[in-house]
């Protein structure tokens, strides 16, 4: 069972130029990993069994270096083994560099670029015909998908983004996922300026996704079953009209859908705060607000998955 406990934000510098989302591949050095990230990349740690963001994603893209960017595997070559970590059974020539461990029981695989500790690799388990397993963090790797015209986007808000982007990027079909700020009257705003409550922004979390995989009915039963949606001033602890619970609707299908979702819940007794917005303009967060919880090998405390629908 999950340990779910309240963290405190904090700020770390003026805001950073966002690359288009496609292009957003870590470029990180040892100072600016979080702790989590340190202790795994650095300290040849272990982020605990099915807790990584990647362990069961089967998007087409590539994964590359958290620390330097360095592409590493393909998603051709990933597999399901079952383990609890992201499987593949090849890496990309020249990426990945193997090293017995001290006791010679197993064999580690780091980033050929920047000697980063992946996790380990295992041979003839017959998971595949290449009979090889690298077992990696996730948190050692960043997704970077490949680009299709066919992707749509949404935006939720339920609360604190760190819990909204945590439950949503782990939906098959999702792509990507980037907290950031919308519904407000400021241009580029800040952390800081949205909590002041003087922006009218709400935090939310914008969803890149596969509409062959999932839609978007299916993205606003997630976004109402991990928050709770009767809830009026805020998202439990977290008070403040920057945590409103908010949908927002990119087109009148999207309307729709939500509308009628609505009615369900209303017609189970629920008394529903959250509000249905048209698309407004999305402001991504800051560097450091993003995949909070799976840059620190932790959980929310303040979004828990409910059924509902």
Known sequence: MFSFRREVRYSQGSREKIKPWGEQMSQSDPKKLTEFEKYVLIDKGTERPNTGLYTHFKQEGTYHCKQCGVPLYRSGDKFDSGCGWPSFDQEIPGAVTRTPDADGRRT????????????HVFHGEQYTAKNTRHC???????????????????????????????FLARLPGVI?????????????????????????????????????????????????ETHDFTQADGQGPDRGSQYLSVLFYGSEQEKQ????????????????????RAAETFWPGEEYHRDYYERRGETPYCHRYKKVF
Request: charged share 20%; hydrophobic share 35%; with cysteine.
């Open 108 to 119: 580690e695989i780091t980033c050929s670029g920047c000697k980063g500790h992946l996790g």
């Open 136 to 166: 990696v963090n996730s948190v050692s790797v960043k997704f970077v998908p490949k680009e299709s015209a066919d992707y749509r986007q949404a935006v939720f808000a339920s609360g604190c983004f760190w819990g909204t982007e945590y």
């Open 176 to 224: 990507k996922t980037m907290v950031g700020y919308s519904g407000g009257q400021t241009q580029n705003p800040t952390y800081e300026a949205v909590c002041s409550g003087k922006t009218g922004h709400v935090e939310c979390v914008q969803v890149i996704y596969d509409p062959k995989v999932v839609d978007f009915q299916t993205l606003a039963k997630v976004f109402f």
């Open 257 to 276: 859908v939500a509308e009628e979702l609505l009615k369900v819940l209303t017609s189970k007794g629920f008394e529903v705060a959250t509000k249905l």
